[in-house]
């Protein structure tokens, strides 16, 4: 069977097959290191040499285990599509016939996981966090960024224990089986995560059946077969259905959540998979906000007779969503609303001034991304949800990038030289997250006030 060496050959060489496969050399090179490909490349692979399926299956992947090799004290599994198999233990709900698969990323923040898990910017994904005490703070009503649970597992290094928390309600895994949602313990998150650093987000299927019994091979088979996030909307499947309005402001202590009774400014956001404390910032800083599907057009936008448009996070590929926000966003620009997006938005924005948007080899996700404000110089540490970003070099005349990212020098922001819009890559609402960039909710609303006095 080929090995990596002789599938790089067969495409050409290390150029070559970055080329074709859309990744860079480095990627092709981190290839050779780890001795595998991953799984999403695999369709560029097979039409470039005429390999089949199997033949990367057994030439760059461990055999799968049998459901007798099952390690000692393992009730659950997370099997790779290129065959890896992490055992672990299992919480939260039972998997049954419909098995969670999704693409499998991780996620380096230190705090906020309940916050993590219902952002809805995780639809599609399984969750490795790399902080290892998950659960030690338990779950609560207050600390959720939407109403389900958009992510479709979680994977942690240490077995989840009795929250210690003045704040918990519930413990984690009770939260989780209420939520039908499935969680694996005792795996090397580590490895995992170099795996996914190296070689990319690869499509995985957790399995935590009630009977003990693995069906690796058809695991990995239904892994496989996952046809990845990249042409995937995404938006449609967690936005509201229909029009809402939004007063609840910020978390405050003692007194908690508040209510907007003055609002100066009226805000349409729309909803491509919104986080409650978004819509609460937009809130305190003295906004009415009405909340609207993701699919509205610009005359239903315009239709509120709204003073500025918010364009929200979400999961998915944007040229996908695109397909529909991209004429409502251009005829939000076209009567001059002020807009500002974020996230999804963000990309959504630049694909509708023109530009064009990749997928990323490893993402954004975590508490602590350094992002450069090119304006004033400053380093902002930001909270991050993406495994896609805006190509820089494809933005037109009238529109100038406004960040960038330190980890990877990605776009992080841009403005518009002649409408009043701007938008950032990352989450400046920071649920969970610093709130350094708290302020570009006032930014937003300086900008309205410019346009309506």
């Known amino acids: 069977m080929p090995n990596v060496d002789d599938i790089i050959d067969r495409l050409g060489g290390a150029d070559a097959a970055a080329r074709l496969t859309g990744v860079s050399t480095e990627a092709v090179r981190k290839w050779r290191q780890s001795g595998s490909i991953p799984s999403r490349h695999w369709a560029a692979v097979i039409a470039a040499t ?48 419909d098995t969670p698969v999704g693409e499998v990323c991780f996620n380096t923040g230190m705090t906020g996981y309940q916050e993590t898990l219902t952002d809805p910017s995780y639809a599609g994904q399984i969750i490795t966090f790399t902080f290892p005490h998950i659960g030690n703070v338990g779950a609560n009503p207050e600390d959720i960024e939407a109403g389900t649970v958009a992510a479709r597992g979680l994977v942690v290094k240490q077995d989840v224990t009795d929250p ?10 009770a939260w989780l089986k209420a939520r039908s949602i499935t969680g694996i313990s005792g795996v090397d998150t580590r490895a995992l995560t170099v795996r996914i650093r190296d070689g990319g987000a690869p499509s995985g299927v957790l399995a935590f059946p009630a009977n003990g019994r693995f069906d690796i091979p058809a695991l990995q088979a239904q892994a496989v077969a996952w046809p990845g996030l990249e042409g995937m909307d995404l938006a449609k499947e967690v936005s509201c259905r229909q029009t809402y309005h939004w007063d609840e402001t910020v978390w405050a202590w003692p007194t908690g959540t508040g209510r907007q009774d003055s609002p100066r400014h009226h805000v349409v956001a729309v909803d491509y998979g919104a986080k409650r404390n978004i819509l609460r910032c937009l809130a305190a800083a003295g906004c009415r906000v009405t909340v609207v599907p993701a699919t509205a057009t610009a005359e239903e936008i315009l239709g509120h ?19 529909y926000a991209v004429p409502a966003i251009r005829g939000v620009l ?21 530009a064009r948007t990749y997928k990323l080899d490893r993402g954004h996700r975590g508490a602590n991304q350094p992002v450069k404000d090119l304006a004033t110089g400053k380093v902002e540490i930001t909270s991050q949800n993406h495994g896609f970003a805006v190509d820089d070099k494809t933005l037109p005349a009238n529109a100038r990038v406004t960040h960038v990212s330190l980890f990877d020098g990605s776009n992080e922001g841009l403005a518009c030289i002649d409408k009043p819009a701007f938008s950032v890559q990352y989450h400046p609402e920071a649920s969970p997250g610093p709130s350094d960039s708290h302020h570009l909710f006032h930014r937003f609303v300086r900008l309205i006030e410019s346009r309506t006095s």
Request: hydrophobic share 45%; with cysteine; glycine share 20%.
């Open 305 to 323: 007779a709204p003073d500025g448009v918010f364009l929200s996070n979400g999961p998915g590929d944007p040229a996908a969503t695109g397909a």
């Open 334 to 354: 076209d009567a001059g609303i002020p807009l500002f997006g974020i996230c999804l938005g963000h990309q959504l924005l630049g694909l509708a001034l023109g």
């Open 164 to 173: 210690s928390n003045w704040r918990a309600a519930q413990g984690l895994d």
């Open 50 to 97: 005429g390999l089949a399926l199997a033949d990367l299956q057994s030439g760059l992947a461990p055999e799968p285990a049998e459901p007798s090799d099952v390690p000692g004290g393992a009730t659950a599994a997370l099997v790779l599509a290129d065959g890896a198999v992490f055992w672990g233990r299992g919480f939260g709900a039972h998997t049954g016939a």
